[in-house]
C-alpha cells in the first residue's frame, strides 16, 4: 500500500496517539528481535484518603535495564528520606525483575548528587547552555545483591 502521508502538528498530542505511535515501534522491533520485554513499574505518592497523586517514581525494564524515567518528590516531603525509599523499593524491584543495571538521567538544577550517594555514576555528558545543562547519563551496576546504599538518609534526601 502506498499513499501520501498526512503530517499534523501539535503542541498537545494525546496519551492515546503516544500509545498509538509506541504499539507501531514495538511491533517493529518485536520483528527485528523478538517480543518486546517492557514491564513499566511506577510508586505513586498520595495522600491518606485521596487518589489524587502528589509524586512518585516511574520506571519501566527492558531487555535486563531498568531506567527511572521520573522521580517526583513533593516539596513538604523533600529531605525525609521519601526520595531513597522510593530510590531502593526500585532498586528491589529492578532485582526482582533480574536487571544488571539501572540508570536514569539528571539535569544540573537537578540531584546528581543525591543519585551520587545512592551508588548511582555519571556514563555520559551531553553539554548545554546553563543553568539547564549539563545533564548527566547515570548507572547503577546490580551485580551486588547488598542492599540500597544511603537507605534511611534523610537529611540529603531527593
Known sequence: MTF???IRETDTPSLESYQQGLAVLRA?????VGPPDNHDFALLITAPGETAVLGGL???SRWGAFYVDMIVVPEALRRTGLGTRLMARAEAEA???GCH???LDTYAFQARPF???LGFEVFATLE???PFYPRWFMRKGLKNPSPLAGEGVGAADG
Open 101 to 103: 543495571l539501572m540508570w
Open 115 to 117: 543519585y551520587e550517594r
Open 28 to 32: 517493529f522491533t518485536g520483528e527485528q
Open 128 to 130: 548545554g547552555p546553563a
Open 58 to 60: 516511574w520506571a519501566q
Open 4 to 6: 501520501e502521508p498526512v
Open 95 to 97: 532485582r526482582r525483575r
